[in-house]
């Protein structure tokens, strides 16, 4: 294989990722909106489908974020990176756990009643509520945060400030009303674009 090919591959992935991520974002914030897609159904299976493949998307993401800040700064500095990675992985993580949930009791309840009552009954078996709907997640979006700050700041910068703000707009937009998820994830998307054309691999800094 030429040396060329595998950077390639990886720009690709990496662009895919980025467009995708978001625009599947979108696409469930969007069916959430539509009448009767909160309760069991084909509104449900597909907005949640849509989430689940959105949120594995981000994981080219975060390796692509890492790649920009790998050969920078200390030893600490490196290891600090790490730290914010494996918290994003481990959001991810439980991010996907609770979609997972989600798509197995919408398919599985009979109704809105019954679909309620096996989310009680999934959240009441300890540690579930916490480490997957409560505080799980948030580390998806603190680890997101911390590499986009990382690869945003300093001598050898990447990307431009705007990137993390945006990300912490479209967060906290979402956060409030889960209807802004839509334009949340166009704030991700604008955040992230810097890396089709970085390709997630190192780059000189910014002036």
């Known amino acids: 294989m030429n040396a ?4 390639a591959r990886t720009a690709r992935r ?6 995708g991520a978001p625009a599947l974002m979108a696409l469930y914030g969007g069916i959430r909106l539509v009448p009767g897609s909160r309760e069991p159904g084909l509104g ?3 907005g949640h489908t849509a989430m689940f493949a959105g949120l594995l998307l981000f994981a080219p993401v975060f390796l692509a974020l890492r790649r920009l800040i790998a050969p ?15 918290t994003a992985f481990a959001g991810l993580a439980a991010s996907l756990a609770q979609i ?3 798509l197995v009791v919408g398919l599985a309840a009979a109704d809105k009643a019954d679909q309620a009552r096996m989310f009680e009954r999934v959240q009441a078996v300890p540690g579930v509520l916490a ?25 050898a910068r990447t990307l431009r400030w705007w990137s993390p703000v945006l990300m912490l707009v479209g967060t906290v937009a979402s956060a ?15 955040a992230l674009a810097p890396l089709v054309r970085l390709g997630g691999a190192p780059r000189a800094a910014l002036a």
């Open 72 to 86: 920078r700064g200390t030893t600490a500095g490196r290891l600090a990176a790490g730290a914010a990675l494996g």
């Open 131 to 155: 480490a997957v709907y409560q505080v799980g997640p948030l580390l998806f979006y603190v680890g997101l945060l911390a590499l986009l700050i990382a690869a945003s700041v300093g001598a």
């Open 44 to 46: 449900w299976t597909a």
């Open 100 to 102: 997972g949930i989600d």
């Open 176 to 190: 409030a009303d889960l209807a802004l998820i839509p334009p949340a994830a166009a704030c991700y998307l604008v």
């Open 14 to 19: 990496t662009a895919c990722a980025v467009v």
């Open 4 to 7: 060329s090919q595998h950077p």
